[in-house]
T-cell receptor, first 110, second 118 residues
Framework: DAKTTQPTSMDCAEGRAANLPCNHS???????VYWYRQIHSQGPQYIIH???NNETNEMASLIITEDRKSSTLILPHATLRDTAVYYC???????????FGAGTILRVKS | GAVVSQHPSWVICKSGTSVKIECRSL??????MFWYRQFPKQSLMLMAT?????????EQGVEKDKFLINHASLTLSTLTVTSAHPEDSSFYIC??????????????FGPGTRLTVL
C-alpha cells in the first residue's frame, strides 16, 4: 500500500472549516484513500473514503486531486468535539490490513 | 455504519496471569478481524489478522504463543494475552470489515480495551 504524509498538527477555530491535507504520491490506480480519526482513549472512527471522485457525507468532505497524489479532508464547521488525531490511509485490496501512520493532531479552539 | 464492540473496556491484572479480550461485530458478519495495539502517544500497530475458522496471521515481531487469537464464529474473535507482564500494558483495539456504502466495505473499529498489568 502507498505511504501517506500528513502534517504533525493543526489548529482550527471553532465554527470554521478544518482542512486537513494528505500527500500520497505513490498511490496506484486501484487504491482508495481512507480517513479515520481517533479521539483520546477511543478506537478509531471511520470518516470517509474515496477513489477518485470527491465524496461527501454527514461528517466531512473528501477532495482528491485529479492526479490522485494528494487529498484534503474538510470538516465544514469544526467543533471542540472534533479535536482528535486524523489518519489518512491508502488501501487497495478488500479485506486488507490498514497501516496507520502518525496522523495529524487537530486542535479545535474556542 | 457497522458496530464493533469489545469486552472488557478495561482490565487490571497481576503479572503472570492471562487475560481474554472479546471483539464482536454486532450487526454484520466479519470473516476477517484485526487486532491492534497502541502504546501511549503512539500510533496503532497491527498485531495480527484473524480469519474465521483458520489460524491467525501475525505481524513480524508479535509472539503468537503469547497473544492467542481465536476466531470461532463470524461475529466473535478473542485475543488472549498469556502470562501477562507489565510491558504488555497497552490499549488493544480490534476491527472488522463491514458494509459502508455502494457495496464498498470498510474497516470499523471497536472502542478498545485498556490492559494494565501490575
Amino acid at each position: 500500500d502507498a505511504k501517506t504524509t500528513q502534517p504533525t498538527s493543526m489548529d482550527c477555530a471553532e465554527g470554521r472549516a478544518a482542512n486537513l491535507p494528505c500527500n500520497h504520491s505513490t498511490i496506484s490506480g486501484n487504491e482508495y484513500v481512507y480517513w479515520y480519526r481517533q479521539i483520546h482513549s477511543q478506537g478509531p472512527q471511520y470518516i470517509i473514503h474515496g477513489l477518485k471522485n470527491n465524496e461527501t457525507n454527514e461528517m466531512a468532505s473528501l477532495i482528491i486531486t485529479e492526479d490522485r497524489k494528494s487529498s484534503t479532508l474538510i470538516l465544514p464547521h469544526a467543533t471542540l468535539r472534533d479535536t482528535a488525531v486524523y489518519y489518512c490511509i491508502v488501501n487497495g485490496e478488500y479485506g486488507n490490513k490498514l497501516v496507520f501512520g502518525a496522523g495529524t493532531i487537530l486542535r479545535v479552539k474556542s | 455504519g457497522a458496530v464493533v464492540s469489545q469486552h472488557p473496556s478495561w482490565v487490571i491484572c497481576k503479572s503472570g496471569t492471562s487475560v481474554k479480550i472479546e471483539c464482536r461485530s454486532l450487526d454484520f458478519q466479519a470473516t476477517t478481524m484485526f487486532w491492534y495495539r497502541q502504546f501511549p502517544k503512539q500510533s496503532l500497530m497491527l498485531m495480527a489478522t484473524s480469519n474465521e475458522g483458520s489460524k491467525a496471521t501475525y505481524e513480524q515481531g508479535v509472539e503468537k504463543d503469547k497473544f492467542l487469537i481465536n476466531h470461532a464464529s463470524l461475529t466473535l474473535s478473542t485475543l488472549t494475552v498469556t502470562s501477562a507482564h507489565p510491558e504488555d500494558s497497552s490499549f488493544y483495539i480490534c476491527s472488522a470489515y463491514g458494509l459502508a456504502w455502494e457495496n464498498t466495505d470498510t474497516q470499523y473499529f471497536g472502542p478498545g480495551t485498556r490492559l494494565t498489568v501490575l
